[in-house]
């Protein structure tokens, strides 16, 4: 069974940080792309960050150089530490993994919901004063 779970969502601070853990069970995560998405009310689901099955990384121009993604193959987890955090930051976040159709990489254009399946249930950040 393929099934990816966050956590560590919370109520934050602007400027603040947290730590968003994806658990992976049902198969080996080294061989796949996971990606990072946020939803915020009203708006589409939009990527945030990915990290391939090599540990290569892609992160959206928004969020680039205040996220950071990784991976523990022990844990079999993947993370994504996000530190100054802005109120527009505020959404839903969800994992999940990239169709083997589109490769085991991240690619190298926006990361696109349409690409991936298996999606958790999501685990809400709220970045406010």
């Known amino acids: 069974q393929v099934q990816l779970v966050e956590s560590g969502g919370g109520l934050v601070q602007p400027g603040g940080s947290l730590r968003l853990s994806c658990a992976a069970s049902g198969f080996t995560l080294d061989y796949y792309a996971i990606g990072w998405f946020r939803q915020a009310p009203g708006k589409e689901r939009e990527g945030v960050s990915c990290?391939?099955?090599?540990?290569?990384?892609y992160y959206a121009d928004s969020v680039k150089g205040r996220f950071t993604i990784s991976r523990d193959n022990a844990k079999n987890t993947v993370f994504l530490q996000m530190n100054s955090l802005k109120p527009e930051g505020t959404a839903i976040y969800y994992c999940?993994?990239?169709?083997?159709?589109?490769?085991?990489?991240?690619?190298?254009?926006?990361?696109?919901?349409?690409?991936?399946?298996?999606w958790g249930q999501g685990t809400q950040v709220t970045v406010s004063s």
């Open positions: 999940a993994r990239r169709r083997l159709t589109y490769g085991s990489t991240c690619g190298k254009g926006p990361i696109l919901p349409g690409e991936y399946h298996y």
């Open positions: 990290i391939s099955g090599s540990d290569g990384t």
